[in-house]
T-cell receptor, first 116, second 117 residues
């Protein structure tokens, strides 16, 4: 069983730039969620994708956007980067909307973004 | 709306001592509750979860937690700490309907567990 994989693992950008983070979901999972974890904080929900559509969004501005592809992999895009966007970005996959699904999320190792 | 409060951002215990990490939640609907562990520079790993049924749930690595609805708590315990338990622990809550979770977790701020020899 292949777990959740994320790329890149680390990257450095400057303010105003754009970034794309990628995630491959675990085999058999149909839903991908993205979380932002700032240093010393718990993960904050950004959004969730199911059937290639956004299915819920946290308190993040529109410059945070995403995609889900037919193979359930996903991208997180952040435009006009700000210093406060520096964080660990976690992708999690799950088998949602299936009988008995309990909401357990399987997390990747994360992509650590530094904005200078 | 849901929220999670973890009491104590840092907990320090001696090897072999009891581990107790506290978590209180707020939820307008019956919750699903989770504990995750995060080792440095890694993602989150599920320790255990409560959905329905037995309120005392057992997880991996000897951890367990008890769901107490009257106290809105889901504290994590381990009878005897091991050096390898040193990590950050997160309590999380999610809503569900008809037994199907919405899958959006609300996390607490985390508790860093230090284990001394």
């Amino acid at each position: 069983e292949t777990g959740v994989t994320q790329s890149p693992t680390h990257l450095i950008k400057t303010r105003g730039q754009q970034v794309t983070l990628r995630c491959s979901s675990q085999s058999g999972h149909n839903t991908v969620s993205w979380y932002q974890q700032a240093l010393g904080q718990g993960p904050q929900f950004i959004f969730q994708y199911y059937r290639e559509e956004e299915n819920g969004r946290g308190n993040f501005p529109p410059r945070f956007s995403g995609l889900q592809f037919p193979n359930y992999s996903s991208e997180l895009n952040v435009n006009a980067l700000e210093l406060d966007d520096s964080a660990l970005y976690l992708c999690a996959s799950s088998a949602m909307w299936r009988t008995g699904a309990t909401g357990e999320l399987f997390f990747g190792e994360g992509s650590r973004l530094t904005v200078l | 709306a849901q929220s999670v409060t973890q009491l104590g951002s840092h907990v320090s215990v001696s090897e072999g001592a009891l581990v107790l990490l506290r978590c209180n939640y707020s939820s307008s609907v019956p919750p699903y509750l989770f504990w995750y562990v995060q080792y440095p520079n890694q993602g989150l790993q599920l320790l255990l979860k409560y959905t329905t049924g037995a309120t005392l749930v057992k997880g991996i690595n000897g951890f367990e937690a008890e769901f107490k609805k009257s106290e809105t708590s889901f504290h994590l315990t381990k009878p005897s700490a091991h050096m390898s338990d040193a990590a950050e622990y997160f309590c999380a809550v999610s809503a569900h309907a008809g037994g199907t979770s919405y899958g959006k977790l609300t996390f607490g701020q985390g508790t860093i567990l230090t284990v001394h020899p």
